[in-house]
C-alpha cells in the first residue's frame, strides 16, 4: 500500500504547520533540521520515548527508536523524535522518591499530550520500558486519538547467582534474609551485582510486564512485541514493522479508541489475571478507560478478575520470568487458549487492522512447555488478583493471590502513619506473627503519591514472615510483592476512610476467596471515630506532588488528575 496516494495532508493536524503560505516560518524550521520538502508534506508521526539514564528498564529505547523510525520513512511518513520522563520504581523504592512514581504516569501522559498538540504531529508511536511509563505513553494515545501504536521496550534477563536464576525481587527479599542474619554482608553483596544483568524492566510479571501484557492484548501493540527481551534483535524487527503500520492506520483511519473499548478493556483484565499479573493494573486499566470516557472501575476490573482462571506460572508467585513465556509462544500463546475457552472477546479490533479472532487464527499451542496452562486446566480456578470490599474498604481494595496457599487471615491491627515506621518495625522485628500490620496515609492524596511498598513487603519475606502476617494499606504494592498483602485500600486514609479511623488490637478480617475486607467494628463505632477524626496537614506545601495531590481522585477511579473523555468538547485528532 503507497501511503503517498492515499493519505490527504489536507484532513490531518500537521496541515496547520506545514501547509500554504502563512505557515513558511513554521516551515523554515523544519528546514533548518535538514528536512526535504517532500517529507514536509508527508505525514508527520511522533515518535516517543521514554530513554534515559536512570535504569535498565529505559537505556534500550533509544535504539528501538530509530528502528521505528526507519520504519515510518519506508512508509512515507516523517518521524519525529522526542522524549519525556520515567521514574523507574525499583530504584525509587523504600524512601521518598517513590511519592514521584504515580505522579509520573501522569507527567508522561501530559507531555506527550503537549509535544503532539504544540507541533501537530498525524500520529503516534510511543516506546515505553517501566511501570508507570507503559500506561501513561497509552494513556496519550488514547487522549490524543491519532493513529498510534505502543511499543514495550522488553524485559531485562534474568541474573545467574551460583547457578540459580534470580531477578531484583529475590534482592529486595536478600534484604529481609539480612537483616534476621540469614544472609551475610558478603552474599548480598554479590547477589546486586549479578541479579540485573542486562537492559530492559524487571523480568517477572511485576507492573511493566503486566502492562506490556495488556498492550498486546488491549490490541494497542503489535502481537508478539511485548514478549521479546530488551537485549533480543528482534525487538528492532517489531520497532521497523511498528513504524510501517503506523502509516497504514492513518491512512486506514483506525484510531485509538476504536480499538480500546470496553470490550478491549475487559481483555486486558483477563490476561492480568490469568498471568498472575500486578495489582498496579487495577489502577492503570480505570486510568486508561477514563481517558476515553468508559466507566471501568476498581469494582469492574475486580469481577473480571474473579471469573478468571489463572493459568501463567511467571515469578513473583510462580517459577518462571517473562523471557521464558516469550520463547514458548509469548503472550499470543496466553491469550489464544483464553480466547478458546470463552475467555477474551475476539472481536476487538487491533493495530493490525484485524482483530483479536484474527490476529490468533494461526498460534498453535505449544504441548511441549509448562509456562502457559491451557485455560480449561489452569493453576487456579479464579484469577491470579482477586478484589475486595467491606466495612474496611467501601471503595474496593486489592490483592494478588497468585501463589498465595492460605487466602484467609484474621488478626489483630498493628497500625503505622507511613511507610518508613513500618519498615522500621519490620526490620527490627517488632511485630507479631498473626498481626495485620496497617499502613495508612500513603494514598494518591496523603501520601501525596500512593506510593509502593515492596522494600516493606519483601522484608517480611526474606525473614520467613510472608505468610505469617497480613499488611494492608491505602498505598500500592509492587508487582514484585508476594505474601497476604492487601492495596488500593479506599476510601483513603487523608480523606477519613475507615483505614485512618482503626486502632492498635481491632481485629480484621480478609477473606481472598469471598472477596471481603473487614475491621471487628459497629457501623456506630466507625461514625463516632470519624467524628472525633481530624484530617492530617500535606506533608508536601508546593511543587509537582503538590499539584498532583490537588488534582488526584480516588485509587477506585484510577487515581487520575483531569475529567476525562467524558467531558470533552473536542478532540486532538480531529482539529
Known amino acids: 500500500m503507497d501511503a503517498r496516494t492515499i493519505i490527504d495532508k489536507r484532513s490531518l493536524p500537521s496541515r496547520h504547520v506545514t501547509e500554504g503560505p502563512a505557515r513558511a516560518p513554521h516551515r523554515s524550521y523544519l528546514y533548518a533540521m535538514g528536512l526535504t520538502k517532500e517529507q514536509i508534506h508527508q505525514p508527520l508521526v511522533g515518535v516517543a520515548s521514554c530513554w534515559n539514564e536512570a535504569a535498565p528498564c529505559n537505556i534500550a529505547l533509544m535504539r528501538q527508536a530509530q528502528a521505528v523510525k526507519k520504519g515510518v520513512s519506508a512508509a512515507s511518513g516523517t518521524p519525529r523524535e522526542f522524549c519525556t520522563i520515567t521514574v523507574t520504581d525499583g530504584i525509587a523504592m523504600g524512601h521518598e522518591g517513590m511519592k514521584a512514581s504515580l505522579a509520573s504516569r501522569e507527567v508522561i501522559a501530559d507531555s506527550v499530550e503537549l509535544t503532539m498538540r504544540g507541533h501537530a504531529y498525524d500520529a503516534l508511536i510511543g516506546l515505553a520500558g517501566c511501570d508507570k511509563s507503559l500506561p501513561g505513553m497509552m494513556m496519550a494515545m488514547l487522549r490524543l486519538n491519532v493513529p498510534s501504536i505502543f511499543i514495550y521496550g522488553g524485559s531485562i534477563l534474568p541474573g545467574s547467582f551460583r547457578g540459580q536464576p534470580v531477578t531484583v525481587q529475590d534482592l529486595f527479599e536478600a534484604v529481609g534474609k539480612h537483616s534476621v542474619g540469614a544472609m551475610s554482608g558478603d552474599d548480598l553483596d554479590e547477589l546486586e551485582q549479578v541479579a540485573c544483568p542486562s537492559a530492559g524492566a524487571c523480568g517477572a510479571q511485576f507492573t511493566a ?159 511441549h512447555q509448562d509456562v502457559v496452562r491451557p485455560a480449561n486446566d489452569p493453576i487456579t480456578p479464579t484469577g491470579g488478583v482477586v478484589g475486595l470490599q467491606g466495612n474496611l474498604a467501601p471503595d474496593g481494595a486489592i490483592v494478588k493471590v497468585a501463589g498465595l496457599k492460605n487466602q484467609r487471615f484474621s488478626g489483630p491491627a498493628r497500625c503505622f502513619d507511613g511507610e518508613e515506621a513500618c519498615f522500621e518495625a519490620v526490620t527490627n522485628r517488632a511485630y507479631e506473627e498473626g498481626e495485620v500490620l496497617v499502613i495508612r496515609y500513603e494514598g494518591p492524596k496523603g501520601g501525596p503519591g500512593m506510593r509502593e511498598m515492596l522494600a516493606t513487603t519483601a522484608a517480611l519475606y526474606g525473614q520467613g514472615m510472608g505468610d505469617k502476617v497480613a499488611l494492608i494499606t491505602d498505598g500500592r504494592f509492587s508487582g514484585a510483592t508476594r505474601g497476604f498483602c492487601i492495596g488500593h485500600v479506599g476510601p483513603e486514609a487523608a480523606v477519613g476512610g475507615p483505614i485512618g479511623l482503626i486502632r492498635d488490637g481491632d481485629i480484621i478480617s480478609i477473606d481472598a476467596i469471598e472477596g471481603t475486607l473487614d475491621v471487628a467494628l459497629s457501623d456506630e463505632e466507625l461514625a463516632a471515630r470519624k467524628a472525633a477524626w481530624a484530617p492530617r496537614p500535606s506533608p508536601v506545601g508546593s511543587g509537582a506532588i503538590w499539584k498532583f495531590a490537588q488534582a488526584v481522585g480516588p485509587a477506585r477511579e484510577g487515581a487520575v488528575t483531569h475529567p476525562g473523555g467524558a467531558a470533552e468538547t473536542s478532540c486532538y485528532a480531529d482539529i
Open 209 to 367: 510486564n503486566t502492562m506490556a501484557t495488556v498492550s498486546e492484548a488491549i490490541g494497542l501493540a503489535l502481537p508478539y512485541s511485548a514478549g521479546a527481551p530488551a537485549p533480543y534483535e528482534i525487538r528492532d524487527r517489531f520497532c521497523m514493522a511498528a513504524g510501517e503500520q503506523v502509516m497504514d492506520l492513518l491512512a486506514k483511519k483506525i484510531r485509538p479508541r476504536d480499538i480500546v473499548t470496553l470490550k478491549a478493556l475487559e481483555n486486558a483484565a483477563t490476561v492480568v489475571a490469568a498471568s498472575g499479573g500486578s495489582t498496579n493494573a487495577a489502577l492503570h486499566l480505570p486510568a486508561m478507560a477514563h481517558e476515553v470516557g468508559i466507566k471501568f472501575d476498581l469494582f469492574d476490573v475486580a469481577e473480571i478478575f474473579r471469573r478468571t482462571p489463572y493459568i501463567a506460572d511467571l515469578k513473583p508467585g510462580g517459577r518462571y520470568v517473562a523471557k521464558d513465556m516469550f520463547e514458548v509462544g509469548g503472550i499470543p500463546l496466553l491469550m489464544k487458549t483464553l480466547l478458546e475457552h470463552g475467555f477474551l472477546h475476539g472481536d476487538c479490533m487491533t493495530v493490525t487492522g484485524r482483530t483479536i479472532a484474527e490476529n490468533l487464527a494461526s498460534v498453535k499451542w505449544n504441548p
